[in-house]
């Protein structure tokens, strides 16, 4: 069946680095684009940064732009978020997924404090 396992959470300080990784498995990897979500508690489930099926396309909510960078191994089946200059109210859960699929991994926490 279709799986995502997220990692690479933790605890870091505002300004702090993280690297996401996800291991999908279960589908034809190379025919999806990728994309991460967060969800902070009380919140909607916001979409974070995509990146296209061949990896040549990325895409970023404004607010990450310039600070997030999204990247995809096809031969590992693996999708990687660098999340850098960290926010507190970046703290959530991140998930990844296929674009346009419903299935979901358990997430990864993030906690941005100092």
């Known amino acids: 069946q279709v799986q995502f396992v997220e990692s690479g959470g933790g605890l870091v300080q505002p300004g702090g680095s993280l690297r996401l990784s996800c291991a999908a498995s279960?589908?034809?990897?190379?025919?999806?684009?990728m994309v991460w979500y967060r969800q902070a508690p009380g919140k909607e489930r916001e979409l974070v940064a995509r990146?296209?099926?061949?990896?040549?396309?990325?895409n970023y909510v404004d607010s990450v732009k310039g600070r997030f960078t999204i990247s995809r191994d096809i031969a590992k089946n693996r999708v990687s978020l660098q999340m850098n200059s960290l926010k507190p109210e970046e703290a959530a859960v991140y998930f990844c997924?296929?674009?346009?699929?419903?299935?979901w991994g358990q997430g990864t926490q993030v906690t941005v404090s100092s």
């Open positions: 997924t296929a674009f346009g699929r419903s299935d």
């Open positions: 279960g589908f034809t990897f190379s025919r999806y684009a």
């Open positions: 990146i296209s099926n061949a990896g040549g396309s990325t």
